[in-house]
T-cell receptor, first 115, second 115 residues
């Protein structure tokens, strides 16, 4: 079992719809969860992070975390063609040691927003 | 702030040659990561420095790879000798630490092609 799993997609949604991206993780002690967006040929760009159970909203983006289910998701409201990219889920390992700063990345979900 | 700076942006070399990739982290960030990204393997952590000290190099594929961080504003990743299977995009990332979370910011990457 991979430490961080994402549906590789591709996921296609029409413009204006809600895109839902999902991620599960295996380390129950994981503490922080990140969503990165990566356009083709570019570097990963941090969208948002979450570390408490529940929802966190930032503009059109909402991150949802359920630690009991070991599940984190990203919702993109009013999807735009410019949102078309690969979305990477990343998990911060638990612990206070230096290695706790390391991120484990999922393989990414490719999202296409159709005009 | 200029963000994380990497050079060169593109490197084409022949098998057996030495390759040196460079990274300048964001000023004030005290942790630096080197990643490699390929279509097959996704984003892989190679090595992680904290306060210029290597913390975890378990991701370095073999002895042909070495990394240094002589000071807080500069790091290098060296491959000697290079092989075609080293072809990938190499990212450097630095961390902004707050009381609650460490967030990683990526550089633009170096696209390495080994012929």
């Amino acid at each position: 079992q991979k430490e961080v799993e994402q549906n590789s997609g591709p996921l296609s949604v029409p413009e204006g719809a809600i895109a839902s991206l999902n991620c599960t993780y295996s380390d129950r002690g994981s503490q922080s969860f990140f969503w990165y967006r990566q356009y083709s040929g570019k570097s990963p760009e941090l969208i948002m992070f979450i570390y408490s159970n529940g929802d966190k909203e930032d503009g059109r983006f909402t991150a949802q975390l359920n630690k009991a289910s070991q599940y984190v998701s990203l919702l993109i409201r009013d999807s735009q063609p410019s949102d078309s990219a690969t979305y990477l889920c990343a998990v911060n390992r638990a612990g206070s040691s230096g290695s706790a700063r390391q991120l484990t990345f999922g393989s990414g979900t490719q999202l296409t927003v159709l005009p | 702030d200029a963000g994380v700076i990497q050079s060169p942006r593109h490197e084409v070399t022949e098998m057996g040659q030495e390759v040196t990739l460079r990274c300048k982290p964001i000023s004030g960030h005290n942790s630096l990561f080197w990643y490699r990204q390929t279509m097959m393997r996704g984003l892989e952590l190679l090595i992680y420095f904290n306060n210029n000290v290597p913390i975890d190099d378990s991701g370095m594929p073999e002895d042909r790879f070495s990394a240094k961080m002589p000071n807080a504003s500069f790091s290098t990743l060296k491959i000697q000798p290079s092989e075609p299977r080293d072809s990938a995009v190499y990212f450097c990332a630095s961390i902004n630490s707050t009381r609650w979370v460490d967030t990683q910011y990526f550089g633009p990457g170096t696209r390495l092609t080994v012929l």
